[in-house]
């Protein structure tokens, strides 16, 4: 029997306050009725609150509560962006996972905040989740699609779809799309980008194959992106190569190489050594 997931990525308007929630529930509600195959609903990176942190709270929460209540009101996984989480000592930018039975199943602090502009704590801990019998997935929030070593460690823990929330409202968003596609081929996973629009982004959403190819790619207007993930296309690349040829995850694993840049405190060492700290403006 072959394997497929219903999956929608919301590309909506987000502004700042805490009009979103409402907005949101207008969004799945909408999905589930055009799309009732979609199981599984991901909306953007601080799509909740928007960009700012005045409305931080601690999850769970009163906000993660309601999230709870939606997800289980339609019976669907819910992914449904993210939020400025307030800890006793710090705040961090942070996404769920509920399940239909509007359980949070998993959370997920983003590793790398885009400094020196987002002022919150790094989350320390990558995610993956199961939908048990269909599929496993691993969460990214934004700027830690720019890490390799961050989408390589939720494939080498089974991750098979990679979803990454985002919030880009700049010029680099080109760049990004090129990023998503890259971090599908180089682990042959789904991976899914999903931006938002006005205070939360710029949109072009897009949904990336594990071949590489591109799916499913949004304009800059507010969308649902559906898509019939295929997992067992996820199988049959990693087992006879993307595109029929290139079998990465298997030379990743038997080749054996150690890499000296991830050893101690090397990071830190060598040609890195010689950058400037994260902040420092280089005058032409």
Not at 84 to 107: C, L
Not at 133 to 153: H, K, M, N
Not at 185 to 213: A, E, K, M, T
Request: glycine share 8%.
């Amino acid at each position: 029997m072959s394997r497929t997931l219903g999956l929608a990525a919301i590309q909506m308007e987000v502004h700042d306050g805490n009009e979103n929630i409402a907005r949101m529930y207008a969004k799945i509600k909408e999905t589930v009725k055009y799309f009732p195959w979609v199981e599984l609903i991901v909306f953007s990176e601080k799509c909740i609150f928007g960009r700012g942190t005045a409305y931080a709270e601690p999850i769970p929460g009163d906000t993660t509560d309601e999230l709870c209540r939606i997800a289980r009101e339609f019976g669907i996984w819910l992914l449904p962006g993210s939020m400025s989480e307030k800890t006793y000592r710090s705040t961090y930018n942070t996404t769920v996972v509920i399940n239909p039975q509007g359980e949070i199943v998993t959370t997920y602090r983003k590793m790398y905040p885009w400094r020196p502009i987002e002022d919150c704590k790094s989350g320390k801990n990558f995610c993956v989740f199961d939908i048990p019998g269909r599929a496993r997935l691993g969460v990214t929030i934004c700027y830690d699609q720019w890490f390799p070593e961050v989408s390589r460690q939720l494939a080498w823990m089974g991750a098979e779809i990679i979803l990454n929330p985002i919030l880009t409202a700049t010029v680099d968003r080109n760049a990004e799309l090129v990023i998503s596609q890259a971090n599908a081929l180089f682990n042959q996973v789904y991976f899914v980008s999903v931006n938002g629009l006005c205070d939360g982004g710029n949109g072009h959403s897009i949904i990336v194959d594990p071949n590489g190819r591109i799916s499913q790619k949004a304009s800059e207007i507010e969308q649902i992106i559906p898509e019939a993930v295929d997992l067992d296309l996820v199988e049959r690349v990693r087992e006879n190569g993307t595109l029929g040829m290139n079998q990465v995850l298997k030379s990743f694993r038997d080749e054996g190489h150690t890499f000296p840049v991830y050893s101690g405190k090397n990071s830190s060492e060598g040609s890195f050594a010689r950058l400037r700290s994260l902040g420092y403006k280089y005058k032409l």
